[in-house]
């Protein structure tokens, strides 16, 4: 049972539409459009590492999307003002990615 002080909260309200748009050799990569104070592309990337302990590793890199260079810039800080809806979709790519 969910506490009075908590707010159930549905996906379409918390996550951004987000796309696989690019299975790298290395990995995969998925964009959304981050819709806050400003509209920018952003792209969550699965990039394989290497075998450790008998397993598969990879990184989990997010950033904003440079189309000039096909890469994302995980430096930037775009203070977009959607910061939570921003890090609940990278987290919904996981499954995914798993399930991959």
């Known amino acids: ?8 909260m549905t996906t379409a309200e918390f996550i951004y539409d987000y796309e696989e ?3 790298l050799p290395e990995g995969m990569r998925y964009y959304f459009i981050s819709d806050g104070e400003r509209q920018l592309v952003k792209a969550i990337e699965y990039k394989y590492i290497d075998i450790r302990e008998n397993r598969l590793t990879y990184n989990l890199g997010f950033g904003t999307y440079s189309p000039e260079n096909n890469e994302l810039d995980d430096y930037d ?4 003002g959607d910061h939570y809806k921003v890090l609940n979709t990278v987290l ?5 990615f798993l399930h991959n």
């Open 1 to 8: 049972m969910c506490p009075k002080n908590l707010v159930k």
């Open 92 to 96: 919904s790519t996981i499954p995914l």
């Open 77 to 80: 800080i775009s203070e977009n």
């Open 21 to 23: 748009s690019v299975r």
